[in-house]
Each structure stands twice: as C-alpha cells, then as structure tokens.
C-alpha cells in the first residue's frame, strides 16, 4: 500500500519542481544587497541626466522615487498612481492633484519626476498615461478660464505678462494629449475622448485655477527619458527654447525584464530593475534617508555582511529618537526565509521600525514644514513620526495612529488618542472614531483653540479626519459655525471633494485612500440623518 501512495506524490513533486525552482531564483535574486546595489545603480544614471538641466527641480514619485538621489537634492514630492493610467481604467483623480507641482513648474519653467518599475517596461504606467492626462486636463482648464475670462473683458497684465502672452494666446495654447509613442492608437483615442469630462470634473471640484492662469505661462507637456534614450550632449536644448512647460519624467531603471549578473572590484551581485519599488517586502526598516546617509559603507559591507548592517542602522536610528522623546514604535516584520546554499542571518523574527527624517536632512527641501496649517482654520496636520518640535504653537493633540503612546506631559482636555487602523485592516474603524474626533474638535475650535491631527504618515488618516471636521463643523467660506451650514446643505461626493481639494493645497502631501475616503462620507451621510431626526 505505500508504494502506490508515494506515486502520487512523487508526481506532484515533478510537476511543482519547475515552479519552485522559478520561485527560488526569483528569490534568491531579490536580496536586500541586490535591491540596494541596483538603487545606486540607477541613482548614478539619474544624477546625468538630471545634470543636463540643473535649474529644473527634481522631484520624487511617491514612494519608489524617493531612493534613487539624495534627500537633500529634491524639491519636492508628488503623487500619481499607476492604476490611474491602466488601460481601460484611465482617470484623472481629483483627490490627488498635485497642484503644487504644477505651480512649482510653472514658477521654474519645468521639472523633473522621477519613478521606476518592476515589471518589464521602460516606464511604469503612472508615467506613460496618469501624468499626461493630468498635464492636459490642467491646460485645457486653464484654457477654457482664459477664454472666459478674455470673454469677459477681465484680461490684464497681472494674469499675463508680456513674455507670455504668445504662449496663452487660445491659438497658441496647446491643450492636446501628448501621449509617448508606444501607446496604441486606439488608446489614445479613448483617453482623448474622457478629456473634456476630466476638465468639467477638475472645475467643479474647487482647484484653484486662477493660479494655475498666472504661473503657467507655456503649456505643460511630458517628455520621456529611460536608459535607453540617447541624448547628444552637444544638442541639449535650452529651457528657453521651448514653447511649453517641460515635465520631463525619468524611470530611473534598465527595462531588462529579468534580473542580470553584475560585477563590481570585490563582488558579484544581480541587478533588479525597479528596485527601489514596494519598499515594505525588502527595505527591512531602511528608509530612503537612512540608505543615503550610509550608502558607501553598506555598498561596502557586501551580500554577507548587509542585513546585519542594516538591522544596526535601523536600530541606532530607533534608539536615537527614542532617548529623545520622540515617536519609534517598533513594529514585527515576517522573518526572510533561507534557501539551500544562501546565507541568511536573519532566519528568526526581525523588527522593522519606521524611521522619521532627520531636521538636518529632509526627504524633501529644507522648506518642507513639518506641519501643514489649513487655511485659518486653527487646524493642521502631521505625522507621528516628526520631531517634537513640530508641534509648536498647537495648543492640543488628535493622534489617529494607533502605534503611538500618550505623552507625559499631555492632558485629557489637550490630547485625544484614537487607534485608528486604515481600511485594509478594518474597513469601519476610522468611520466608529470620527464621533469621537469632531467632539474633540468642535469642544476646543469653541475654545479657539489651535488642534494638530496627525497620524502615522501625515498622508491619509489625519487627511480624512481633518476632512470630516472641515465638512461638519465649518461653513462654505471656511467660518467655524458650530455645524450649522451642515444641516442646510446636501452631503454629496462633490461638496467632500471640493473641501478635499481645499485642504490638500496646503497640505501637499496628501494622500488619502479611497476606503478611507468612503469612510469618511459615509459618516457625514450618517451624521447627517441623525440630526435630522433630532430636529
């Protein structure tokens, strides 16, 4: 009897060894060494080309961008998504604008974004589609604001100087899509068709065209540039020489589909394209910030001797804030498996801790705030992870990150703590704290007092937080009212999309999740229905 019982499993062993193998490469290759070597790789060839325009700022694609220049030589950061650009998904998201990118270009005369990817193409899709869509809904907006305002006999030289009035000309003006070369026609034609749609959804959302009118005097316009593309170094062209505003997007890595052997004087290592992207399944705690401060002795340390490195540097950074008071939670990361004939030191449980910036070396420029004040409304917002002293000036705390403790010297009536998880891990916890969080804030904005949320990044808790008081507790003009605007009006998607945008022209950094956002509005509506009935 055990011998036609071992058959089938001796089958199924054969069948499954193919893919094991391929399993077992792919891991073996995507070491934490590897991914580190192939970041500076890439770096080296972002640095060339971003010399050939040195007055252009450069910025960061969140997040994979971030690792591939120092921290100190970024402007500024800015987010589009890829799935934004997918084929047959195409979208221009009006809760991530990046309206200050547009502003920062058309105060530069361009930029420069960088991003990569894994997958066997030259640029990911956030770049191909989601920012020339994004390019074109804002020039066609702020085209259709010049026609009515030209129509209108309100055209001065305060919205157009001289040197710009060619360019804004409504027949100079190019409101095209500009998509790259590799993107079918018949793609091309249903992203063309949706523009217009886009332009109406981006008016009515509230955006600050006005702004965009007097900054951008030259249209703006992608170009693409890989490690494929050549450029003549004698025939770079000026940035005066262009008639639109260039947004020249860089993908950082080779678009080798598989990974390949590289040497270096001491050892061999495996490039990995895109290496710098989904940062939680390699980085192991190392942020962009530590990864350049250490860059040559963990380049140095070689595949044997890196994790460990790694876990020191992590650990010394943790330590390091910690003795100073400041946030360092520690969070318990999966153990990386072994795999036959590869060492790995780090088999049993590992701790991962996320990192915050240095004040002396941001992510970002040195005019990055560590909070974000909304308007005049007595309300900011940040992340945990900042230094202390960002919360000078606020009078009290609603701290939305679960991860964080109370501070010692915070009371009940300045310090709120809600443990608030995103909507991957609970789909209704932030909606079951948002009670809490408006009674927190309306008792202390009766007070005048001046209320910091934060959470763990600063990106999308805290946002959608400060979205519900915003909606609830403040009229159209931005006056606290104690919420009674909020019973005159209809909760709509529309209304929560244009305080969104209101809040994320100050808060630029701004990230907030669809299922948090969802969260959000579904407690308005909520909210909304229960005084009702009251009254």
């Known amino acids: 009897m055990a011998a036609p019982a071992a058959e089938p499993a001796a089958e199924q062993s054969a069948t499954m060894s193919i893919y ?102 030259r640029f990911p899709d956030s770049m191909s589609k989601t920012i020339p869509i994004w390019c074109c809904v804002l020039n066609r907006a702020v085209e259709r604001y010049r026609l009515r305002a030209i129509q209108k006999g309100r055209e001065s030289s305060a919205m157009l100087n001289r040197d710009a009035e060619n360019n804004s000309c409504p027949s100079n003006w190019d409101s095209s899509v500009h998509l790259p070369v590799w993107v079918l026609d018949t793609e091309k034609n249903a992203v063309e068709g949706r523009i217009e749609e886009w332009t109406d959804q981006f008016e009515l959302c ?3 065209i006005h702004s965009l009118a007097i900054k951008l005097q030259k249209p703006l316009r992608p170009l693409w540039i890989s490690q494929r593309t050549r450029i003549w170094l004698n025939e770079v062209p000026e940035l005066d020489s262009w008639d639109f505003t260039p947004i020249i997007l860089i993908s950082a890595s080779a678009s080798d589909a598989f990974s390949t052997q590289r040497m270096s004087s001491e050892f061999s290592w495996q490039y990995i394209p895109g290496a710098g992207d ?6 192991r705690g190392l942020t962009p910030t530590l990864f350049w ?3 040559y002795e963990l380049l140095d340390a070689g595949p044997d001797h890196c994790n460990q490195l790694v876990a020191d540097i992590v650990e010394k950074d943790r330590v390091y804030h910690a003795q100073r008071g400041e946030h360092s939670p520690q969070i318990a990361a999966k153990p990386l498996k072994s795999h036959d004939d590869v060492k790995c030191n780090d088999d049993r449980t590992s701790y991962m801790w ?19 004040w909304i308007g005049t409304l007595n309300l900011a917002v940040s992340s945990t992870l900042q230094v202390a002293d960002a919360f000078v000036g606020v009078d009290c705390i609603l701290n939305c990150d679960s991860t964080s403790k109370l501070p010692s010297n915070s009371s009940e009536n300045s310090y709120l703590e809600l443990s608030i998880v995103g ?81 994320c022209k ?29 009254a």
Not at 506 to 534: D, I, T
């Open 20 to 121: 094991k193998a391929a399993r077992r490469i792919k891991r073996r290759a995507s070491t934490l060494y590897n991914a580190l070597r192939s970041v500076a790789e890439d770096a080296a060839f972002v640095a060339e080309v971003a010399a050939l325009w040195p007055a252009l700022p450069l910025v960061a694609n969140l997040r994979c961008g971030l690792w591939y220049a120092p921290p100190r030589d970024f402007n500024a950061t800015c987010y589009f998504k890829s799935t934004d650009g997918h084929a047959g998904n195409w979208s221009f998201s009006t809760a991530r604008l990046n309206l200050h990118l547009a502003l920062l270009a058309g105060d530069r005369g361009g930029c420069i974004i960088i991003d990569s990817t894994r997958r066997g193409k």
């Open 206 to 208: 509230g955006a600050d």
């Open 278 to 283: 989904d940062e939680e399944s390699w980085a």
């Open 293 to 295: 401060k250490h860059k």
């Open 354 to 372: 996320p990192v915050k910036l240095d004040p002396t070396d941001t992510q970002c420029s040195d005019n990055v705030p560590l909070l974000f």
């Open 423 to 503: 909507s991957k891990d609970d789909r209704f916890s932030l909606m079951k704290n948002l009670s809490k969080a408006i009674d927190f804030a309306k008792r202390n904005l009766v007070a005048e007092r001046k209320i910091l949320v934060c959470c763990q990044n600063g990106e999308d808790i805290s946002i959608c937080v400060a979205l519900a008081i915003v909606t609830l507790l403040f009229d159209d003009n931005g006056c606290f009212d104690y919420g009674n605007s909020f019973m005159k009006r209809d909760i709509t998607k529309l209304e929560m999309r244009k305080r969104l945008v209101f809040i």
């Open 506 to 534: 100050f808060a630029v950094n701004a990230r907030p999740s669809r299922g948090n956002l969802k969260q959000v509005y579904g407690f308005l509506c909520n909210e909304k229905e229960r005084l009702s009935h009251l």
